[in-house]
């Protein structure tokens, strides 16, 4: 059975949840980031996107809102037209919503290197193996002096040192990690080296769902909560 990520995104609204504090952490660390962003342009990226609860209301309430190039990605059409919905009611002109697998990196060519990449949602829901590819891809999808935003639970076996060591690998260095007594699970990086070319025609990961990582027999999961 295929988990439905527009209902997933109910627990949202949840007081208490774990996505709620997760969700209020990365607000906040959004506008610490656009605070501290230089001026001028400002391009941003968001694989796997959902309903782009975490980005839009920050970008809706900024100042830097008008200085904002934004595609956020996500797979299921409902998700999208709620995304696409959001953006439109607070006149984020700038911020496009499109409907595709994230994971393909020509979503993103003509916007890379960007100042601000979200992989929010993915880290717990995919393999080991492709989370450290996907940390790979991240230093051609940031720019020098640009932030990566990510998720991943704190429960055993916790793999959250492992991938913080993985971006340093990559030339990033950590601005905020949540601690395990946290639970929620926020990174933050920030590059400080220089891009790599973005390779075309690459699938960064496979998304399987966090229900079938531990199954033996794992088919392709389609959509990014």
């Not at 996107?49 to 980005?55: F, H, K, V």
């Not at 601690?179 to 790599?196: K, L, M, Q």
Request: hydrophobic residues 40%.
């Amino acid at each position: 059975m295929t988990k439905d990520w527009y209902a997933w995104h109910a627990d949202y609204d949840q007081p208490g949840s774990a996505l709620s504090h997760r969700l209020a952490e990365l607000r906040g660390r959004l506008r610490a980031a656009l605070d501290a962003a230089p001026a001028g342009p400002l391009r941003v990226i968001s694989l796997c996107a959902g309903q782009g609860r975490d980005l839009i209301p920050v970008l809706a309430a900024h100042p830097r809102r008008d200085d904002v190039t934004a595609r956020l990605v996500e797979l299921d059409p409902r998700n999208v037209e709620v995304a696409r919905a959001a953006a439109a009611d607070v006149g984020l002109t700038g911020v496009e919503v499109v409907a595709g697998d994230a994971a393909l990196t020509d979503r993103y060519a003509d916007l890379v290197p960007a100042d601000l990449v979200l992989a929010c949602g993915i880290f717990g829901n995919i393999t080991d193996a492709d989370i450290r590819a996907t940390v790979r891809h991240c230093a051609s999808l940031c720019a020098t002096g640009g932030t990566v935003f990510w998720t991943r639970h704190r429960r055993e076996p916790d793999l959250v040192p492992a991938i913080c060591d993985w971006f340093a690998e990559e030339g990033f260095t950590p601005v905020a990690v949540s601690s395990p007594a946290d639970g929620v699970g926020v990174g933050v990086h920030r590059f400080t080296g220089t891009p790599r070319p973005l390779a075309t025609g690459v699938s960064m990961f496979e998304f399987v769902g966090y229900d079938r990582l531990t199954t033996p027999d794992r088919s392709r999961g389609d959509h990014c909560g």
